[in-house]
């Protein structure tokens, strides 16, 4: 099972950016999904979270600003980030919490993608 994230990239303030993570190999259901995010010296945080139900959960510093999604046909989950600020300029991760065919339940995150904003 591996996760490819994507989407990442330069932004001015202000700006807009959505992020893809897909999983793929032999999966046999995907419960939560999220993502995370780490800043230069900064330990990861959480970003957001969208179960299996679609129940979303968001870090307070984004909320009213970022949109977590999921289609859980493509096995993708979704970032939509707008009004960036600088603050939010980290590498993101995603991670999900899924169960391969003929393994055990287990977290499984992706490399990260890069998030610049400008002032």
């Known amino acids: 099972v591996q996760l490819q994230a994507s989407g990442g990239g330069l932004v001015q303030s202000g700006g807009s950016l959505r992020l893809s993570c897909a999983a793929s190999?032999?999966?046999?259901?995907?419960?939560?999904m999220g993502w995370y995010r780490q800043a230069p010296e900064n330990q990861r945080e959480l970003v957001a979270l969208i179960s299996r139900g679609g129940s979303t959960n968001y870090a307070d510093s984004v909320k009213g600003r970022f949109t977590i999604s999921r289609d859980t046909a493509k096995n993708t989950v979704y970032l939509q980030m707008n009004v960036l600020k600088p603050e939010d300029t980290a590498v993101h991760f995603c991670?999900?919490?899924?169960?391969?065919?003929?393994?055990?339940?287990?977290?499984?995150w992706g490399k990260g993608t890069l998030v610049t904003v400008s002032s």
């Open positions: 190999g032999s999966i046999w259901s995907i419960n939560d």
């Open positions: 991670k999900m919490r899924l169960t391969p065919r003929f393994a055990n339940i287990k977290d499984y």
